[in-house]
């Protein structure tokens, strides 16, 4: 009887333990070893914002460094055509993708699909909502980033004064961190003013009408917060345009925006380490198809830098020159 009951007692063990290895098996993330080819793709929004060619660039430049074949594309910030080239990563069997996403919730299906035809997706500067898929998500500091440039502002503002916002596209969780950041710092301050809020789709021309608009509405308005820079640039355009002042700020670190800075026509901007995600992208991607490890966390964050006219010299394609 003893003799039974310690043969059930082991049984009962070893099933256990088995069940705990299969569910510990489950539970581990698959390693993906690519479609068989040679070929990294690298997606990204347009290359005509300066932002995302910069990606673009460093990303393809890195990955041929490392003995990749590339193929460089955009998807517009359309999910439809996203989708599209993910499904030509698929069928030209990539190695991996190197992705600046269409949005967080519309990219979580493309990404599957790669992840489910054992290829890697590594993202940069965008998140999307859903973990696991994905090796990587590498981001720059948002939050970290445009509260620092918030502070700029306010001090510029002698904390006091209407000002304006202008926004970047709504899906992007980026145009909705930045904003939130933003008016963490401002809105402890009660004589500052938000007069209006504005969509212009991270687009400059977009933000120059709607900057115009804006200046007739509120002829004493004093500041400007805008979540990119293309849309800080074409603020400034219209400000100029209009012979008005203002104090400007925006997200991303352009070169574009360093010559507004200098020119007086701009006040901050906050630095996104673009080249630096990009590289960092594409060398975790190539470790992580040869050893089935990146040795980082999905989630990367990646501190920015408040550029003002003390540092804006320093500044050339999203990186600072010590």
Known sequence: MKFNKLMTAVAVAAAAFAFTAQAADEAAPKRLTGGGSNIMYVITPSHSNPFFKTESDVAVATAKELG????AVSHDDSPVKQSELFETAISDRAAAIICDNAGADAT????QRAYDNNIPTFLIDREINEQGIA?????ANNYQGAKGAAEV?????EEEGEYAELFGIDSDTNAQTRSTAFHEVID???DMKLVAVQTANWDQNLAYQKMETILQSFPNLKGVISGNDNMAVGAAAAAKAAGKQLY????DGSNDARDQILSGDMTATAMQPAA??????VRQADQYLKTGTTGKP???LIDCEIITIDNAKQLDNFSLKK
């Open 68 to 71: 990749y074949e590339v193929k």
């Open 298 to 300: 999905e989630k990367q």
């Open 276 to 281: 630096l995600i990009a590289e960092m992208a």
């Open 153 to 157: 502002f306010v001090e510029a503002m």
């Open 248 to 251: 400007i700020i925006g997200v």
């Open 108 to 111: 979580v299906a493309a990404v």
């Open 135 to 139: 090796v990587a998500q590498i981001v």
């Open 188 to 190: 402890q301050y009660p």
